[in-house]
Each structure stands twice: as C-alpha cells, then as structure tokens.
C-alpha cells in the first residue's frame, strides 16, 4: 500500500514538471469575434472599427472595417478601400429599404441582406447556399436606434458550423454630444 502511494506521489510530481513544457492550445482563441474596436478617423471624419477576425494579441493584426452610421440617411456604411469610398451596408429605415448584395466584412464570407422585419435582417450567399467549413454572418438584429447609437446584433457561425454572437455599438459623430434617449 505504501509501496502504491510513494509511486503515485513520484508519478504525479513527473508529471507536474513536465506540464509548464507543454504549450496548450486555448480554443477560445479560434472562433471569430465581431466587436466594435474604437473610434478613428479616416479622412477627416470620426468613424467606428469594427473587428470582423479571429482574436489576436496584437490588436493591430486584426482585420477590421471602418463603419459609420448615418441616423439621417437611415443607414450604415463600411469603407471600401478600392474604391476609396464609404458604401452603403444597410438601409434601416423601411420605406428606403433596398436590399444589399455581396457585402464583405472581414474574415467572413460576402452575403445579401434582406429585410424580415423592421428589426431583423437575413444574410444569404450571393452565390446559392454556403458551402461546408465557410464563416458566414447569418442574420443582424436591430437592438437599439437613436440620433446617436446604433446597436446590432450580428448572428454569425465558424467553419464548423458553430454560432456566436457579437454586438456593434456605432456612433453618429453628427450628434455624439446628444443624449442617447433624445
């Protein structure tokens, strides 16, 4: 019995010493994320980033999009660094609503939105139905809009067909010193 306990003992110690050499692999690390990073400016305007990557440590390393809301037009645009322009993503208001093809944003593969309900939007392939192991953005819910916020949803799933969420806080910069509630 004793014999038992000392070769246990001796065991769990050698294994102990060799657990700090062994580099373990955390998978949260390995899904997507979709979050507002912080403001920036890009020419001359205050505009949100919105990171649309897998997590890194070196932020930087991100990919991310410029997004700016426009609580007048009804509508978000993202940055289309081609063209050098901001393009149109989503209408929001119902009575301008016109469904929009083909929008890439980040890892995540192109998608057509279109309007379920005044606050929910569905994201399809503009090619037919995604393929298996793709990261495709499925829906966007409409949680908060103000003069000055926007607050989305975006339902998305990794390669393996898991889900997540993620939330976009979006500033108008128009009205940024206003109230949310006005």
């Known amino acids: 019995m004793i ?52 997590f890194k440590q070196d932020t930087s390393k991100m990919k991310f999009e410029y997004l ?50 005044p606050k929910n939007f569905v994201a399809s392939s503009p090619y037919g139905k995604y393929p298996s192991h793709h990261k495709v953005i499925n829906s966007i819910e409409i949680l908060q809009k103000t003069k000055k916020t926007l607050i989305l949803r975006i339902n998305y799933q990794d390669e393996f067909e898991w889900k997540y969420f993620g939330i976009l806080i979006l500033t108008d910069y128009k009205y940024e010193n206003l109230e949310d509630d006005e």
């Open 68 to 117: 700016k809301y426009d609580s007048d037009k009804e509508a978000l645009y993202k940055y289309d660094d081609v063209d050098k322009r901001f393009q149109k993503i989503m209408c929001l208001g119902s009575e301008n609503f016109k469904s929009q093809e083909k929008i890439k944003l980040g890892i995540f593969d192109e998608f057509n939105i279109l309007r379920e309900s």
């Open 3 to 54: 014999k038992e306990i000392k070769k246990i003992a001796f065991l769990s110690i050698l294994f102990l010493s060799f657990v700090n050499l062994v580099k373990g692999q955390i998978l949260e690390f390995y899904k997507p994320i979709i979050i507002t990073y912080k403001s920036g400016i890009l020419n001359n305007q205050k505009v949100d980033l919105g990171i649309f990557d897998y």
